[in-house]
């Protein structure tokens, strides 16, 4: 299985592959639900290697461990996803 760190940057950076719809969903630790979230909403902050952002309904930044990430969908198929 590909590491979700290069999945990230792929996405990211080969232009061929990025096109699309993409979507990461991961685990909110609050909810202990799933949640699938665009990647067009989501900022990585340069040189912070460990976490993704994101900003709520209510304009509030959350920071996201890379390793709560549970599954990424390409147009709404699962093109990726950790096991446990």
């Known amino acids: 299985m590909q590491p979700i760190h290069e999945l ?3 996405i990211q950076w080969d232009p061929e592959f990025g096109q699309g719809r993409f979507e990461l969903a991961f685990l909110d630790r ?3 639900d799933n949640i699938r979230l665009p990647f067009a909403n989501i900022t990585f902050v340069p040189g912070e290697h460990y ?3 994101y900003q709520d309904a209510a304009g509030n930044e959350h920071s996201v461990p890379l390793h709560r990430i549970k599954a990424v969908y390409k147009n709404d198929e699962r093109i990726w996803h950790r096991e446990h």
């Open 51 to 53: 976490f993704f952002h």
């Open 30 to 32: 609050t909810t202990h």
């Open 8 to 10: 990230l940057h792929r």
